[in-house]
């Protein structure tokens, strides 16, 4: 079945630090790959997209994400956290031609100082 | 830039109660859509509409209306609010329909059904 894996529901890191959050799709072809966070009270917000060409997309507030076809993966980095990235992270997908986007469950990353 | 607007931000029911969610997007966007979010199950497509007058079925239609009046509304309807039901739906638009395009969210109304 098509989905899209997120297995870390929840993260805790020191500001500073790096971070690291894993998305695995599974889709009989690649999909288009998003990022998107979810501030608290707040809506989705587009951290950074994948749709072709250099595998390493850069996004907004310093963070980057790798995607790799061989481990139908799209992973999400940043090399120095801060509190304000205390969110909800969600992968997500769409397919050519379809509507709409699949989320993972998200990740909760809370950053303490 | 344009913004996405949800009413009302929150919502009380009462079971069986029949309630409506509106978003309005200044964006001039053609697609809009409904999401549910649910603690631990993340996003689930209720219903999406590409034009003015469409309406398709996410995949969690069932129990819910949509309606789009015109190119910058799309209400939702909860045909039968279901008793201890807590959610967040949320609105979203986009240029087109296509897939590659980035996705715009409202900032949600939360659902409580007592």
């Known amino acids: 079945a098509q989905s899209v894996t997120q297995p870390d529901a929840r993260v805790t890191v020191s500001e500073g630090a790096s971070l690291q959050l894993r998305c695995k799709y599974s889709y009989s072809a690649t999909p288009y790959l998003f990022w998107y966070v979810q501030y608290p009270r707040q809506g989705l917000q587009l951290l950074l997209k994948?749709?072709?060409?250099?595998?390493v997309v850069q996004g907004v507030n310093g963070f980057e994400a790798e995607f790799s076809k061989s481990n139908s993966s799209f992973h999400l980095r940043k090399a120095s956290v801060h509190w304000s990235d205390s969110a909800v992270y969600f992968c997500?997908?769409?397919?050519?031609?379809?509507?709409?986007?699949?989320f993972g469950l998200g990740t909760r990353v809370s950053v303490f100082p | 830039g344009g913004i996405i607007t949800q009413t009302p931000k929150f919502l009380i029911g009462q079971e069986g109660q029949k309630l409506t969610l509106k978003c309005q997007q200044n964006f001039n966007h053609d697609t809009m859509y409904w999401y549910r979010q649910d603690s631990g199950k993340g996003l689930r497509l209720i219903y999406y509409s590409i034009t003015e007058n469409d309406l398709q079925k996410g995949d969690l239609s069932e129990g819910y209306d949509a309606s789009r009046e015109k190119k910058s509304s799309f209400s939702l309807t909860v045909t039968s609010a279901q008793k201890n039901e807590m959610a967040v739906f949320l609105c979203?638009?986009?240029?087109?329909?296509?897939?590659?395009?980035?996705?715009?969210f409202g900032k949600g109304t939360r659902l409580t059904v007592v």
């Open positions: 997500a997908v769409s397919m050519p031609y379809a509507q709409g986007l699949t």
């Open positions: 979203a638009s986009s240029p087109t329909g296509g897939s590659n395009t980035e996705v715009f």
């Open positions: 994948y749709y072709s060409g250099d595998p």
